[in-house]
Each structure stands twice: as C-alpha cells, then as structure tokens.
T-cell receptor, first 112, second 109 residues
Framework: NAGVTQTPKFQVLKTGQSMTLQCAQDMNHNSMYWYRQDPGMGLRLIYYSASEGTTDKGEVPNGYNVSRLNKREFSLRLESAAPSQTSVYFC???????????FGSGTQLSVL | GQQVMQIPQYQHVQEGEDFTTYCNSSTTLSNIQWYKQRPGGHPVFLIQLVKSGEVKKQKRLTFQFGEAKKNSSLHITATQTTDVGTYFCAGHNTDKLIFGTGTRLQVFP
C-alpha cells in the first residue's frame, strides 16, 4: 500500500495562475481532508470530505475549491492563486470508526 | 469557532532534560490526539485520549487529558535528539479535526 499520495511535491505559481493539487489514498478510507501549514499557525483545515460525494468547509476555505472525484481521490483547486496561499499543503485520510489521520508527504507551494 | 492553542511555541532543551507541551481548547473535546512532525516531514499519529483525566504512557512520553476535557499535556522524560520535531495536539469537532498551533522541540546534544 502506498498510503496517501500527493502530487506535486513542489510548485511555484505566479499570482493569478490556477492549479490543482492531487491526493489519492489506497486504504479504502471514507474521510479525506486538506490542511495548510504555515509557520506558527499549525495545521489549518481547508476542506474535508466525510464520504464520497460530500464536501464541507473547514476553518480557511476562501480561495479554494475541492472535488471528491471518487472514494480514492480528493483534489484541491486554487482558481486564482495569491501570495497569501504560499504554504505547505497536506492531504489526509481517516478510516471508518477510527479517529486517526494518515497524512501524505505534502506539497510545498509558492505563489510569487 | 473552536480554537486549540499550544504553549510554548518553541522549546530548546539539552539532551537529557525533560520537556512538556500544553494544549488548551476553547470548547470541550470528545477526544484529543497527539501528532509528531519531524523537520521536513508530515504529521504522524502518536496517541488518542478519550476519557476525562486519562493518562497514557509510551516509553518516555506521558500524555494527559484534563478532567474537564478542555486541555491536555505531553511530557517527555530525558529527551533524546530523536525527539526533535513539532508536536501537535488535535481535537475533534464533529467530523473536523482541529489542530493546535504546535510546539517545536529542539534538543541539543
């Protein structure tokens, strides 16, 4: 099992560009999450999906959209990137009846 | 909304010294989890506490959940250089897991 796989690992964008961060898990987990990590602010929840076909806003959803394409995949889209979205993005999944999160290795995004 | 704060933000210790990080939530938690993130890595689950006043140990690590289920602590006895990293607490709010701000631990040999 690969666990939670995120692509790309690194990305540099110009202000106003769009891009999609990809996340896939092969553990048959129901719930999936997107977090961003900034120095001194911990991990902040952007969006989550409790099951296939559902998505909900987290703490900091503005400027982002998500798609739960199927049970395996949960993508995060930046329609018009801004410098404030420079961050490390982590995808995570959670098995049913278990509170523990499994994280991907992260995507380091810089918006110039 | 729910807020989870941790103190201190940074801690530098000499190898062999003890270390404690404290976690406080603005709301009562159903459970609390702790994660460790090594430099350049991703968060890795350490433990979950569910019961009021619960204490759990993992080798040199001791985790406590407060009686009111609004605070928690992680204590490391006799730190080692392998303990370096950022420690996060996280509390559940329905389906959302809200992370604390983290404590970054540096251990000097």
């Amino acid at each position: 099992n690969a666990g939670v796989t995120q692509t790309p690992k690194f990305q540099v964008l110009k202000t106003g560009q769009s891009m999609t961060l990809q996340c896939a898990q092969d553990m048959n987990h129901n719930s999936m999450y997107w977090y961003r990590q900034d120095p001194g602010m911990g991990l902040r929840l952007i969006y989550y999906s409790a099951s296939e076909g559902t998505t909900d806003k987290g703490e900091v959803p503005n400027g982002y959209n998500v798609s739960r394409l199927n049970k395996r995949e949960f993508s995060l889209r930046l329609e018009s990137a801004a410098p404030s979205q420079t961050s490390v993005y982590f995808c995570a999944s959670r098995p049913p009846k278990n509170e523990k999160l499994f994280f991907g290795s992260g995507t380091q995004l810089s918006v110039l | 909304g729910q807020q989870v704060m941790q103190i201190p933000q940074y801690q530098h210790v000499q190898e062999g010294e003890d270390f404690t990080t404290y976690c406080n939530s603005s709301t009562t938690l159903s459970n609390i989890q702790w994660y460790k993130q090594r430099p350049g890595g991703h968060p890795v689950f350490l433990i979950q506490l569910v019961k009021s006043g619960e204490v759990k140990k993992q080798k040199r690590l001791t985790f406590q959940f407060g009686e009111a289920k609004k605070n928690s602590s992680l204590h490391i006895t006799a730190t080692q250089t392998t303990d370096v990293g950022t420690y996060f607490c996280a509390g559940h709010n329905t389906d959302k897991l809200i992370f604390g701000t983290g404590t970054r631990l540096q251990v000097f040999p």
